[in-house]
């Protein structure tokens, strides 16, 4: 029994984050099984109005001429209208944001559950507690038990049972039809019924913790996603994440090669200047929107976002075996989709890539309060500097000598522009422009 009970203390420990998803989902999960009340009893009152339309002496022989599908009706209406209040009144405190009160669900539970016992009522008054008991009515308990599943909480399945269990018991033992002379009731015979029926309850409690369980690992699982996209940038691809999800990938600091791309977009601050506020940001996120997709495509992130340029990685934090091919690869589809885009448009961006392969420490790196995964290392700053040496080459894409080697035969249309002096280094350093 302490296992079903494990819920609280788990959901105690868990992030006030955790524990919002999860209020949402079992308040979901709640309109689901107040929609299948409703079908169901609506299929009830149909199915009585069509048995008594094609053959109403069957309605009255069976139950022996003293109640009529009007007088249940009294208790079906009512209730598909109490269960409407009650599924607008989820709606609205989901909307709200809210948790329902937990009086208001047992109080539900009360009612709810109250229906097969009044239908039980007119039953015994027109065919006799014998007939009645084992009639329909004391079954229709059991639909609420098993959809009291889909409450998730052991509690109240267990309530439901115990409500049913309860009145079915004095509906046995103590009511009976006006001016009858029905024998004694059995106590124990009725005493083992009503037991069963709460055994089931407490069973439908045990399957909602489990369904709660599963809930709960699929919004923890949902949780490690956004974690994961958020550690590694403000842009990973889906796909990306899917396998560092799979993977199990660490997010420790290590050593690895990777292609360490720097994107920049020419002269932007200055045609800004002359431009509205909304129209920056539009050129710009429709730009980023264009080269992001294709660096998605060549496996690829975003590591962070440089006010008009990005830095980019390939090869981390997931290893790839041709990081240099895929940042060649996506840089080349950046260039012609740019090209593509400025045609289309009145304010022409000139981009500048520059790509560098080696190693780096890639790992999570920031405070003890607030981290995120990038790479630090003498590759990522020649990346810079290569990109930068854009400006004064008038070209678009430089790489280095690391790059030119790993691509080989690849990259025969590169052209050397020998030794160049790059700032912060001692010796000059070969470069390669592309495209």
């Known amino acids: 029994m302490l296992g079903l009970l494990g819920n609280k203390a788990q959901d105690s420990a868990v992030s006030a984050e955790f524990q919002h998803a999860l209020m949402q989902q079992v308040m979901r999960t709640e309109l689901i099984r107040v929609k299948a009340l409703i079908g169901t009893t609506a299929i009830l009152v149909a199915s009585i109005l069509i048995l008594h339309t094609i053959d109403p002496y069957a309605v009255e022989h069976l139950w022996h ?35 329902l009160p937990v009086y208001r669900r047992y109080l539900g539970v009360l009612i709810e559950t109250s ?16 007939e009645a008991l084992g009639f329909v009515a004391p079954l229709t308990y059991f639909i609420f ?26 509906m046995a033992m103590f009511y009976h039809r006006a001016g009858s002379a029905d024998p004694a009731p059995d106590l124990y015979y009725h005493s083992v019924r009503s ?14 913790v489990q369904l709660r369980r599963q809930f709960a690992a699929s919004i923890m699982a949902s949780t490690a996603r956004d974690r994961v996209t958020n550690l ?32 920049d977009f020419r002269s932007f601050t200055a045609g800004a200047s002359s431009r509205s506020p909304q129209e920056v940001v539009d050129r710009l996120d429709g730009a980023f929107a264009v080269l992001v997709d ?30 240099a ?5 996506a840089a080349r589809e950046m260039l012609e989709a740019n090209d593509r885009v400025n045609k289309a448009t009145s304010w022409p961006l000139r981009i500048g890539i520059g790509v560098h392969f080696g190693e780096v420490v890639a790992g999570n790196i920031g405070s003890p309060r607030r981290k995120e995964y990038t790479v630090i290392g003498d590759t990522v700053n020649f990346a810079a500097r290569l990109e930068a040496l854009n400006k004064d080459f008038n070209s678009q894409f430089l ?8 691509l080989g035969e690849e990259c025969r249309d590169a052209v050397s522009l020998g030794d160049v002096p790059v700032r912060g280094y001692d010796k000059p350093m070969t470069v390669w422009r592309l495209g």
């Open 115 to 130: 229906m097969p016992t009044l239908a039980l009522a007119m039953h015994i008054d027109s065919m006799g507690p014998v």
């Open 145 to 170: 038990i098993i959809l009291s599943t889909l409450r998730l909480d052991f509690w109240l399945s267990t309530f439901t049972g115990f409500v049913a269990a309860a009145e079915l018991f004095y």
């Open 232 to 263: 590694f940038g403000q842009h990973v691809s889906p796909q990306v994440v899917a396998r560092l999800m799979a993977e199990g990938a660490g997010t420790g600091s290590d050593i690895r090669r990777v292609a360490v791309m720097f994107v």
């Open 399 to 406: 790489i280095s000598q690391a790059v030119h080697d790993a």
């Open 195 to 208: 037991v069963m029926v709460l055994i089931c309850g407490m069973l439908a409690g045990a399957v909602a």
């Open 294 to 323: 294709i660096l998605d495509r060549h496996g690829g992130i975003v590591n962070k976002f440089l006010g008009d340029g990005f830095l980019a990685l390939f090869g981390a934090p997931l290893e790839a075996h041709d990081a």
């Open 65 to 99: 001429g003293r109640l009529k599908p009007s007088d249940l009706y009294s208790i079906l209406i009512p209730f598909i209208l109490f269960e409407l209040w009650v599924h607008t009144s989820i709606s609205r405190y989901l909307r709200l944001d809210r948790d």
């Open 325 to 329: 091919h895929q940042a060649v690869a």
